[in-house]
Nanobody, 120 residues
Framework: QVQLVESGGGLVQAGGSLRLSCAAS????????MGWYRQAPGKQRELVAS???????NYADSVKGRFTLFRDNAKNTVYLQMDSLKPEDTAVYYC??????????????GGQGTQVTVSS
């Protein structure tokens, strides 16, 4: 089994910053792509950013230049640095990892979600 634990959400004023983290533990052989999704009230879940094991990143157009995603493979952790936050960034943020477990199968594992609220 693999568990993902998210942290770092909260309330911040527009223009402020937050850093989210998501750490995996359990029967992990390796982790391939790590990513963050978000879902705002009444909207569909959308990809915010993803990063491959090698460090290649992909960002939603709405966060390019404001958010930075990086990972620490030794800690099985991904970080989402969010700067210049806007009220439209308000959502529940979920991490999603593609994990190769110790039985050498790759499966998707998700976090429980962390609330980010940006006030205007």
């Amino acid at each position: 089994q693999v568990q993902l634990v998210e942290s770092g959400g909260g309330l911040v004023q527009a223009g402020g910053s937050l850093r989210l983290s998501c750490a995996a533990s359990g029967s992990i052989f390796s982790i391939n792509t790590m990513g963050w999704y978000r879902q705002a009230p009444g909207k569909q879940r959308e990809l915010v950013a993803s990063i491959t094991r090698g460090g290649s990143t992909n960002y939603a157009d709405s966060v390019k230049g404001r958010f930075t995603l990086f990972r620490d493979n030794a800690k099985n952790t991904v970080y989402l640095q969010m700067d210049s936050l806007k009220p439209e960034d308000t959502a529940v943020y979920y991490c999603l990892f593609m994990v190769v477990t110790t039985d050498y199968y790759e499966r998707a594992y998700g976090g429980q979600g962390t609330q980010v609220t940006v006030s205007s």
